[in-house]
Structures are given as C-alpha cells and as structure tokens.
C-alpha cells in the first residue's frame, strides 16, 4: 500500500509491509518525517514489531474530524534514536464507538498519553490498566475536544462541601 518510493526512503516502513502488508492502509510522507495509517485491529502488532526495532514512544494524542466519517484519529509518535527515524502511525476510529486496544503492555508509558486521549476525546482504550480522567475533574460530563463539545461547556455544579 505504500509507493517505492517511500519504501527506499523508509526501510522500517518496507520492513513492517514485508511482515504484513494488511497492517499498513496508507502511508505519507510530510516534513522528511513518515506517516503510516495502520489498521486499528493491527496497533498492537505494529507497536510491537516497531519496539524490538529499537523505537520508542515520544506521545500519543487524538484528532476529531467531525462531522467526517471515520470521526477520530488516534496519533502515536513514535522514534528511535539509534536509527535517527520518527514514525508517525496513525488509526482511524469511528464516531459512534472510539474503540482501540491499549498499547501499555508494549510501552508502560503510553498509560498516562492514553488516558489524556481517552479523557478529552473519548476514545477507549480496551485492557487499559486504569482508564480514568486525567486532565478533567471525575465528575466531568463528555469529552472537551470533540468538535460538537458545548463552546460554553456542560453545566457542572460544585456541591456545597466542595465549596466550602
């Protein structure tokens, strides 16, 4: 799925194609730096593959699209320092139902980048060891970054202990 071109320029690239070529659905290249949009059911395996090459994870973070369809994309920042190469992967979510499997059994760190996605965008993130709000307040209502989030937000109302 992605040009000769790419594949000469970006050896981790041929190499993840050449392991399973319905991994990868489309790839670009923008500023020098690759970007491959991975099938979500394969992130897992792609990250996988993609650490015992020496990458790292530097970020994860999320994308609404809306009102397209599929609504969401779920971008996780990948590099290695030894190869000199940043990875952009990229998985595209529907709006009804966000769904992804965790990559925290891959890199631990991705646990707090997760949480963050899954706090301001909604996006789930199955087997997940403690998916909970990072960045809002517990009892916070919806996501703050999805694009038809209330500009003046959901109502929230401190109870009179937290007031006091």
């Known amino acids: 799925m992605i040009s000769e071109e790419v594949r000469q320029q970006f050896p981790t690239a041929a190499a ?6 319905s991994w990868i659905t489309g790839g670009t290249v923008q500023s020098g730096q690759l ?3 991975i099938e979500p059911s394969a992130i897992m395996d792609v990250c996988g593959f993609l650490k015992d090459r020496g990458f790292r994870l530097s970020g994860i973070t999320g994308v609404d699209w ?10 996780y920042l990948l590099h290695s320092i030894e190869r000199k190469e940043r990875i952009r992967l990229k998985c595209k979510l529907p709006g ?13 760190g991705a646990n707090w980048y997760e949480r963050e996605t899954w706090d301001l965008f909604g996006v789930q993130f199955l087997n997940h060891p403690n998916l909970t709000r990072i960045m809002m307040p517990d009892e916070w209502q919806g996501h703050p970054l999805r694009k ?11 109870t009179d202990e937290e007031t006091a």
């Open 148 to 158: 038809d989030f209330p500009v003046h937000g959901h109502r929230y109302s401190y």
């Open 35 to 37: 970007a491959l949009t």
């Open 96 to 108: 009804e139902e966000p769904v992804l499997e965790s990559v925290t059994s891959v890199w631990e």
């Open 16 to 21: 993840i194609e050449d392991r399973n070529s």
């Open 66 to 75: 809306y009102p397209l369809d599929p609504r969401f994309e779920v971008i």
